[in-house]
């Protein structure tokens, strides 16, 4: 069933009318990519949020050349906050492989730990935004300040969408006797893209608030 | 086939319209010209664009009506068509943006000799600043501002001291003057605008725009503001008058320096500080 | 398919066999609720989202009304200057955000796009029916700030700070604006939703033979509207949520410091210019959102009644995606003398003028697929010839504002207001007319009535022309836009009291055919005359339907399989005007697509 696709220009420039073209059309799938409908809608999603976050930085980096900036002191919790989602990844790929090879015992064990992860994240983040209150750094002092909640509260909020899916994944192999392999493996593949965005994200944002 | 009919009478009605209207602008009173011979460049151009499109399309609907023993044509495209009409039309689009970009360009380059102004925008009414005898206008920061210095001048700027301060709604120029309106905000965003100079700019807060203009014309204008500003928008009105030099100068000699503002609100203090400043230069 | 050669299939089977694309479980309703509320089948979504901008679209008419009424007649109904604010706001954005865009993309979007492309339902019908709800949420949230202390925000469309959050401006001290900017977020949020359907429907889910070149054009417009929206209306978002904490949280992201009825505020430093560039970034794309479904529709509208197929098929697409890869490097003409940096003004205003050529192009070919046609004029043509008299007249008068040295004395004055009436109010508007007149037949399986419908065009047409093509008139004469009442002071040559009275009396006569048209539309879809199956002799699929109107799952056990582009209309040597996309080679034997 494999065909070859034609590059988007050659799509374009196709004459419908044209009887070889025609010929040539009867057979189309229908298809433009050879990609599952849930991977697909997942980049979708992957690039709205990106964009979001790009003009977000678009106007960080405009807001910053006024002298009214402050940098921000980056608290020890934030560093270790990091490498808890840096880990998650890393169990991720696990997950991933497990389920390749049909060990669901084994990704469910490590989704849990995942999730697991996950709370103490957002716990972590949520005690440097109290750290951050107490010393004085108001949400309306420096812009710094104003771009730095702005930004851990989005990715959080992402965070805690991903959580939603990672609930979803979880129930397809709780109950390991009854599992769907086709849907698990599916679903198990686009909960660990999309914790991985979630920690390129956060590199961004981190490595960004960190060097400015 | 009242629909070619309607075709006709709005194409038509359109250009008869264009015509009799008496609703055109006022005569221009600055050198900006060439925006209004802009405009009637493009009329004409695009004036001629849309009676062809429509005389065109009405002689279609009348001759391809339907009749049920008749078939279309079936030409799905016709490349040498298509890229002539694409063609003419780049060259259409070029002869419009050739001149506006032309008198854009003057319009953001200020000449050497204009002298300056400033005008200052609140909700909602205006305010207005000469430079004074130095020539220069002192520098400004929102933070000043209070009852005894509502322009928010830096006292230590040696120039401030001599700026003219206008706080009314009515402004005199000079006739023939190229004028450069450095255009400030306190609030919120305004827009001075005169229909007869043509020019606008919006004034910011934050930031200091300008725009220039040479008036060629001696009256009275009326200001609008052009950018909203909230619910008194509509009434933010004020007049311009294009003076020669000598009602100008008795126009100027009845307003206060910001000296004399400080002056009569018993400051001597912060003028003397004003005034070591200016020495130290 | 690569493997069995289209001689072998057509030889060995007659026809191409169907193929079941993206096997999907198709949802069943099961209870009313699940069938007419949290309806997951997208035709039913469509109409909802229809109804649901219609309704909130009829608040933003009459705010018009009222407009009109205060702009001609000051005093005869009773309004102050923060009434009339709050009025334009809320008509300017309900009418952009919440009509057009939910109307072309949610309405037209998912009810055509899954019959035009050969599926049985949009790929993700769940998240298409939250997406919905979402949107109904936006719009009960816009609503609800009528009912707030202080009143709906009175921002102007365009919310600029830092008016839009400051006491000066009605709602924007209070919960007016914060429930705008909420409705907005949300509403983002909710097309999101849709948009991943509409995108990923039309790469994935088209029935077998379907290339992309074989789509009809609506299907072009409103995907290409889609992908505009989808990088769009994050700036839209992102913007609103800068502008929320600025408002709430006391941040200074488009705040300078400002002193406000001599109270200095706590804010410093922020840019209000950045606002109106995510703005904008987002708001001239909007205007192509709302514009390229109404495009591509009008395409398909005057082929299937001119008989002829669209002129220019494929220069016609490429126009649309210029168009819309173009509209997202133009924004800034909204801002000539916004006070950004004027050497701006010289990048801008190229790019908004290369824009034009395509534009033109489109319109060439919409008036020569009239020509050498066999026009039929049926109402749906009536809307189309409308729409391309009005658009070409908006069209022509956005090479005045897009030329930067011509803006600057027209910006902010009512020859603004005309043209984006024109181009992106009535325009858009008159093809969604002409389009519930020939779509109807299939949603319903009855005709609209023709003679009201006669009148309704002729009132429509002939008033909204009358109302927007004298104001450009006031605009030259520098008119400003958004004024609660204009003082005839000197500014002006010559009285406009008079050309008001005339356009707000238009306005009020348009507005009133409107109601003509609902009332048609309620009485047609129990009374009309019956319609049959493709009453227009239309090829795409749309009409291909089991049932008309088509039931859940749109087609026949098996899907169908498309052996032609959408647009073989007259072809030489065939039987009939019109041979269907799903009609086999075979079953055409003669005809000129089919000799080699
Ligand atoms: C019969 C139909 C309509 C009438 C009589 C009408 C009338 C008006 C009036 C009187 C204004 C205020 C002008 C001012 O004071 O500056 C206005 C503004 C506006 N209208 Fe309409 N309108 C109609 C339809 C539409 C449609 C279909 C759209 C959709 C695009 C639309 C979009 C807008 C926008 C965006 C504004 C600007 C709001 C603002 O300044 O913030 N209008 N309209
Ligand atoms: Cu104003
Ligand atoms: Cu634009």
Request: proline share 4%; with cysteine.
């Amino acid at each position: 069933m494999e065909t070859k696709k034609d590059s988007i220009i050659d799509q374009l420039t196709q004459k419908p009318w044209d009887p070889a073209q025609v010929k040539i059309d009867n057979s189309h799938e229908g298809k433009t990519f050879n990609l599952h409908v849930g991977k697909l809608g997942l980049r979708y999603l992957m690039i709205v949020s990106t964009i979001m976050f790009c003009l977000f930085i678009v106007t960080y980096g405009d807001r910053m050349i006024y002298d009214d900036w402050v940098k921000m002191p980056e608290p020890f919790l934030l560093w270790i906050n990091t490498f808890i989602l840096f880990v998650s990844s890393i169990i991720f790929i696990r997950i991933q492989i497990a389920s390749k090879k049909n060990q669901f015992k084994k990704a469910k064990r490590d989704l849990i730990l995942v999730g697991f992860l996950a709370l103490v994240f957002l716990i972590g983040q949520f005690l440097v935004w109290q750290n951050m209150v107490d010393k004085g750094y108001y949400v309306y002092g420096s812009p710094a300040n104003a771009y730095f909640y702005l930004f851990t509260a989005l990715h959080g909020l992402h965070l805690l969408g991903g959580l939603v899916y990672w609930v979803m994944t979880i129930r397809k192999v709780w109950n390991i006797n009854d599992i769907d392999i086709r849907k698990a493996k599916h679903t198990i593949e686009l909960c660990s893209i999309y914790w991985h965005f979630l920690l390129a994200v956060w590199i961004v944002l981190f490595g960004l608030m960190l060097f400015t | 086939m009242f629909v070619v009919l309607l075709v006709l009478i709005v194409i038509l009605g359109s250009v008869v319209f264009h015509m009799v209207s008496p609703w055109w602008w006022s005569e221009i009173a600055s050198n900006w010209v060439g925006m209004d011979d802009t405009i009637i460049l493009t009329f004409w151009i695009t004036g001629a664009v849309f009676v062809a499109i429509g005389l065109f399309m009405a002689y279609c609907i009348w001759k391809f009506r339907y009749d049920k023993d008749k078939k279309a044509e079936y030409e799905p495209e016709n490349s040498k068509l298509e890229w002539t009409l694409t063609i003419l039309t780049t060259i259409g689009v070029i002869a419009l943006l050739a001149p506006g970009l032309i008198v854009w360009n003057n319009f953001v380059t200020v000449p050497k000799g204009a002298y300056e102004i400033e005008v200052v925008g609140q909700q909602w009414g205006w305010m207005y600043r000469l430079p004074g005898k130095d020539g220069v206008l002192g520098t400004t920061s929102i933070k000043n501002i209070d009852d005894d210095n509502p322009f928010g001048l830096n006292t230590d700027d040696p120039y401030s001291l001599d700026d003219v301060l206008v706080d009314a709604d009515d402004l005199h120029i000079l006739l023939d003057r190229p004028l450069k309106l450095n255009l400030r905000a306190l609030d919120v965003l305004h827009d001075f605008y005169v229909p007869q100079f043509r020019a606008k700019m919006d004034m910011v807060p934050g930031t200091i725009t300008y725009y220039w203009f040479t008036p060629i014309k001696t009256g009275e204008y009326e200001i609008l503001c052009a950018e909203y500003c909230g619910t008194g928008h509509y009434a933010m009105l004020g007049y311009v008058y294009v003076d020669e030099q000598k009602e100008y100068d008795e126009w100027v000699d009845e307003q206060m320096t910001f000296e004399e503002v400080l002056a009569s609100n018993g400051k001597s203090d912060l003028i003397k500080i004003a005034l070591n400043k200016k020495n130290d230069l | 398919m690569a493997a069995d050669s289209y001689e072998d299939v057509v030889k060995n089977k007659e026809s191409i066999p169907a193929l079941e694309v993206a096997p999907q479980d198709l949802y069943h309703a099961k209870s009313f609720w699940t069938k007419y509320i949290f309806c997951q089948d997208a035709k039913v979504i469509g109409i909802q989202y229809g109804l649901t901008a219609v309704a909130i679209g009829l608040v933003g008419l009459v705010s018009s009304w009222l407009m009109r009424m205060q702009i001609a007649f000051p005093g005869l109904i009773p309004m102050d200057a923060a009434q009339y604010y709050q009025l334009v706001t809320m008509h300017g954005m309900i009418m952009v955000v919440y009509l057009l865009t939910a109307l072309f993309l949610g309405g037209f979007g998912n009810y055509l796009i899954p019959l035009m492309v050969g599926a049985r339902d949009m790929v993700f019908p769940y998240v298409n029916m939250v997406s919905f709800w979402v949107f109904f949420l936006a719009v009960i949230i816009l609503a609800s700030s009528y009912f707030v202390p202080g009143g709906p925000t009175g921002a102007g469309w365009t919310l600029y700070p830092p008016q839009a959050i400051t006491s000066g401006t009605p709602g924007g001290d209070g919960l007016g604006i914060v429930l705008m900017l909420v409705s907005l977020a949300v509403f983002v949020i909710g097309f999101t939703m849709g948009g991943l359907n509409y995108v990923i429907t039309v790469l994935q889910a088209r029935t077998r033979g379907m290339t992309l070149m074989r789509l009809p054009l609506t299907v072009w417009g409103i995907f290409t509207a889609t992908v505009l929206a989808l990088f769009a209306f994050p700036a839209l978002f992102v913007a609103g949520i800068m502008m929320t904490l600025d408002n709430m949280l006391g941040t200074s992201f488009f705040m300078p410091a400002i002193i406000q009825f001599g109270e200095k505020l706590t804010h410093e430093g922020g840019s209000p210019i950045l606002f109106q560039h995510l703005f904008w970034f987002f708001g001239h794309p909007e205007v192509y959102i709302v514009a390229l479904p109404a495009f591509g529709i009008v395409s398909d509208l005057i082929s299937v009644h001119a008989r002829k197929n669209i002129f220019g098929y494929r220069m016609m697409v490429w126009a649309i995606v210029i168009i819309g890869g173009l509209s997202f490097v133009v924004w800034a003409h909204h801002m000539y003398v916004a006070g950004m940096n004027p050497w701006f003004g010289f990048f801008f205003a190229t790019t908004t003028l290369i824009i034009a050529v395509p534009t033109a192009i489109k319109v060439y070919n919409w008036v020569l697929t009239l020509w050498r046609g066999n026009i039929k004029l049926t109402l749906p043509m009536l809307f189309s010839i409308a729409f391309i008299i009005t658009f070409v007249n908006g069209g022509l008068t956005g090479l005045f504002l897009g030329n930067v040295a011509v803006d600057v004395p027209l910006s902010d004055t009512y020859f603004v207001v005309a043209h984006f009436h024109m181009v992106m109010g009535i325009a858009p508007v008159l093809v969604i007319l002409g389009s519930v007149y020939h779509w109807f037949p299939l949603i319903t399986g009855r005709f609209l009535n023709e003679r009201l419908g006669k009148i309704h065009f002729w009132v429509t047409f002939i008033g909204s022309y009358s109302i927007y093509f004298p104001m450009h008139y006031l605009g030259f004469m520098g008119v400003t836009r958004r004024y609660f009442e204009v003082f005839e002071g000197e500014a002006f040559t010559y009285s406009i009291t008079g050309i008001n009275q005339f356009i707000t009396v238009a306005a009020l006569v348009t507005g009133a055919a409107q109601f003509l048209f609902i009332y048609n539309i309620i009485v047609s879809s129990k009374f009309g005359k019956k319609a049959g199956k493709n009453p227009w002799k239309a090829c795409s699929l749309e009409w291909r339907t089991k049932d008309v109107p088509p039931t859940h799952g749109n087609f026949d056990k098996e899907l169908p399989v498309v052996y032609r582009w959408a647009y073989d209309y007259s072809v030489p040597g065939a039987d009939e005007d019109y041979i269907t996309q799903d009609t086999p080679p075979s079953a055409v034997a003669n005809a000129r697509a089919e000799q080699t």
